[in-house]
């Protein structure tokens, strides 16, 4: 690899953990959602196979969202935007599903992964554009404690296969459960922990073993990319969650849900391609 390439990769990295970062402040989604498509292309652009490329990408976003979710979070507490009963409640749960679904990871193809991811961009980019319905009532969604734990177990295991923070699920079903939209993201932030800790340890586990890692590799995550992401994302999610509390969300989310569809497309092509 020339050192040209390595500037460009670097550069590449280094943007699009700034991105994302302000992208996890702004709304509360992690960032991962922006960090697995680049990591995508940065692994094939290293030769890295198919068949773990998905998986080493999911893995190694949910080591970078840990450094976002703990910057993300420390700024909307200081807003007094986290519902703590509500992390008191999800977490455990949502814990567990992150750890097993990242174990049963390697039992799923890439293929598999990049259709979920896909999934997830385009339902989330046009809820995202669309926006909330105008004349329909606000309806606060009563959840019996079983409820609450079940939900958090599918966002857990979900956020785990896919590589993001779950703010994508959680932020509009805590909405739902009657927090307003600051105290949703917020405490979605810091939600996203319990979900990038365990699941990263469990992709670490899974990949133990496997053949074609790139080099710096500890199980499916890749720590070089990992490190050069998280350096600016972490500095950028306090500068998002600032704005969130500042700028027109509908406007944001529209503008991110544009390139939802557009990440989710390019990823839909190359499964395909």
Do not use: C, E
Not at 152 to 160: E, F, K, M, N, V
């Amino acid at each position: 690899m020339t050192s040209h390439t390595i500037l460009t990769l670097s550069a590449m990295l280094l943007a699009s953990g700034a991105f994302a970062g302000m992208v996890a402040g702004l709304l509360g989604v992690g960032g991962g959602v922006v960090l697995v498509p680049v990591l995508s292309l940065l692994l094939g652009f290293l030769g890295i196979s198919d068949d773990i490329a998905m998986h080493i990408a999911v893995a190694t976003s949910l080591t970078v969202i840990i450094a976002t979710a703990i910057s993300s979070a420390r700024a909307h507490r200081a807003k007094r935007a986290l519902d703590l009963s509500t992390v008191r409640r999800w977490m455990p749960a949502m814990a567990l599903g992150a750890l097993t679904g990242a174990l049963l990871a390697r039992t799923i193809s890439g293929d598999v992964l990049r259709v979920l991811f896909v999934a997830l961009a385009f339902i989330v980019g046009i809820s995202f554009i669309r926006g909330p319905g105008k004349t329909a009532p606000k309806r606060n969604m009563t959840l019996p404690t079983i409820g609450h734990y079940a939900v958090a177990l599918l966002i857990g295991t979900l956020s785990a296969w896919l590589g993001i923070g779950g703010g994508s699920m959680s932020v509009p079903t805590l909405q739902a459960t009657g927090l307003s939209v600051h105290k949703a993201v917020g405490t979605s932030a810091l939600l996203g922990l319990a979900i990038a800790i365990p699941g990263a340890i469990g992709f670490m586990i899974a990949g133990q073993g496997v053949t074609g890692r790139p080099v710096g590799s500890v199980g499916y995550v890749y720590w070089p990319a990992a490190l050069t992401l998280a350096a600016t994302a972490a500095l950028l999610a306090p500068v998002g969650a600032k704005l969130a509390h500042r700028l027109d969300q509908q406007r944001l989310r529209q503008i991110f849900g544009i390139f939802l569809l557009l990440a989710g497309s390019n990823m839909l092509v190359k499964t395909w391609s």
